[in-house]
Each structure stands twice: as C-alpha cells, then as structure tokens.
C-alpha cells in the first residue's frame, strides 16, 4: 500500500510507503520556512497515532500515601522495554506540618539510580502542608524499575506522596 503525491510549491512530500507497521518516506521537499530536506527515515504508526513529540501516559498511580519515616519505594512501577525517545516520571510530594527538626528528601530512581532528588529543609515549624512537583526526563528503552523513595534525615516528619504518573514521548 503506498501513496505519492505532490503539491504546489515547495510544501509537498513527494513519497511514502506503507509496509509491516511502518511509513517510509523518501524526500520531504523544502519548506517556506527553512531550507533542510528530511531524507529517508523511518515512523512507526503508534508515532503517527500519537504524534511525534507527544506523550503517552504509561502509568497513573493516583492513590495518597503517607509515611512518617524513611521508605524505599513509596511507589513504584515496573517499566517495560520500549521504543519511546524519552520517558518522563512526575510525582506530587509534600507534607503537612513539617517542624523545625524535620527535614526530609525525596528522590526518583530508574534501576536504583537516582534522576531526581529534592530536599525540604525547615529552619522552623511550619504549621501548614506544602506540596511539590518533582519531575525528571531520560532517556530508557530497557526494562527498568521505578521508584519514588522518601528519606526522613531527623525527627518523624508526616509526609505525602499524592501521585505517579510516567509517560512515554514520542
């Protein structure tokens, strides 16, 4: 199955073809815009489907979770082997009434390799809850773990962990 076509002006793409689950193109001519040619390449049709650059959500923890002590793994996903050109990991942190002698850390880790850290020092007590988003990109095409692990460096702090969320780009 295949297609070609040309339009006018130098906005056209000249060739692709459809074969085994991927669109080949042969020449995309110049643009109005610029002056480079994209030669021949090829894009997958979930690509097409999602739109180069766009996210797909992979995973969706939403559930609250709250721990007063240090803890591996609060939450967790098991990422399997892909083909996306990056993996995006956020997550919604905080606490409620940090005191003076609490500080506390939150770390990403992609197979036990932190990518993010964000420490919460507090110089004196609070008396509110605060919330953070804490977020990192890499690249992660290997089956891989992902963690979201608390670290309570003095006192019982009352910590939160309000999501997971981890997306496949494109």
Known sequence: ?????SGPGPNS?????????????????????????????AVTLAAL??????????YDDETEIT???TAASIKSYSLPNNNYTKILIQAEVGYDLLLAAENISWDIQVGGVTKRHLDVECGSSSGFSRCWPIAVTFVQQTAASIAINLTVNAGTANCR??????YGIV
Not at 1 to 5: E, H, I, R, V, W
Not at 15 to 36: E, F, H, P, R, Y
Not at 49 to 58: D, M, Y
């Open 1 to 5: 199955m295949g297609f070609s076509g």
């Open 67 to 69: 721990a007063s002590v």
């Open 49 to 58: 489907a999602a739109g180069l650059g766009n996210a797909v959500l992979l």
């Open 161 to 166: 962990i309000f999501s997971l969320r981890v």
């Open 13 to 41: 793409i000249t060739t692709a073809m459809l074969q085994a689950g991927a669109v080949t193109t042969t020449k995309i001519a110049n643009n109005a815009v610029g002056s480079g040619q994209l030669g021949a390449g």
